[in-house]
Every structure is written in structure tokens, then in C-alpha cells.
């Protein structure tokens, strides 16, 4: 969703994300990058790529865990970068985003049982 959205609106995408760069609001969201994070840890026995995920999981956990110390710096500095690189950086980023829920979305999907002949 939110590659979706940095790729149609990369300015008010970044105004989103400056907004949420709040010591009230980056904990919430450590809380839900955590929460998200082991929810594909759990996912991962099951999926097609098991190895994939449970790294991306255990990425997104650590990562959540460190968000309350560095995550205001670590976004300010972020931010700006995209700012200096402009929308098509946004962009970029969004893209690899939306290709990395894609492969979440297909890695977690079940697989149709081909149509049987009658």
C-alpha cells in the first residue's frame, strides 16, 4: 500500500512520513514493526520462500526494536535525502516497496489446486 502511494504522490508521501517522525507516533509505529515482523516469522514455515522471510522478519523486528532510540534521526536523515533526490527517488523507493509486498503477497499465497477434468 504504501509503495502505491509513494509512487502516485511522492510529495504527499513524504509529508505523511515527516508527520509521523513524532516521538508519540514512531512508537507506535516500532510497535507495529515488530508486530509485523513476526507475524511473517510465523508466516515463513509456510510459505513458498521460508528462508526470505524469516530474514525479512527478523529485519523488520530488529529494526523495530531499534526505532524508539534511533528512529527520529535515522528518518530526519532519510527524509532529507529524499528531498535532495526529489520525486523520482521517492519513487524508486516506492517501487522497491511495493515489489517487496508483492513477493510477500505471492510468498504467503495458497497455491489453486489445477482444475480437475470431469
Given at each position: 500500500m504504501q509503495g502505491v502511494f509513494g509512487l502516485a504522490t511522492p510529495d504527499l508521501f513524504l509529508s505523511l512520513l515527516r508527520a509521523i517522525q513524532t516521538p508519540p507516533v514512531i512508537y507506535v509505529a516500532a510497535v507495529v514493526r515488530v508486530a509485523f515482523g513476526i507475524v511473517?516469522?510465523?508466516?515463513?514455515?509456510?510459505?513458498?520462500?521460508?528462508?526470505?522471510?524469516?530474514?525479512?522478519?527478523?529485519?523488520?523486528v530488529a529494526g523495530g526494536l531499534v526505532t524508539p532510540f534511533y528512529g527520529v534521526q535515522f528518518g530526519h536523515a532519510m527524509l532529507d535525502w529524499w528531498d535532495r533526490g526529489g520525486p523520482s527517488l521517492v519513487r524508486a523507493w516506492a517501487t522497491f516497496s511495493l515489489v517487496l509486498g508483492v513477493l510477500i503477497v505471492w510468498s504467503v499465497a495458497r497455491r489453486s489446486s489445477p482444475a480437475r477434468a470431469v
Open positions: 511473517l516469522l510465523l508466516a515463513a514455515p509456510a510459505s513458498r520462500v521460508p528462508v526470505a522471510l524469516r530474514v525479512l522478519g527478523a529485519l523488520i
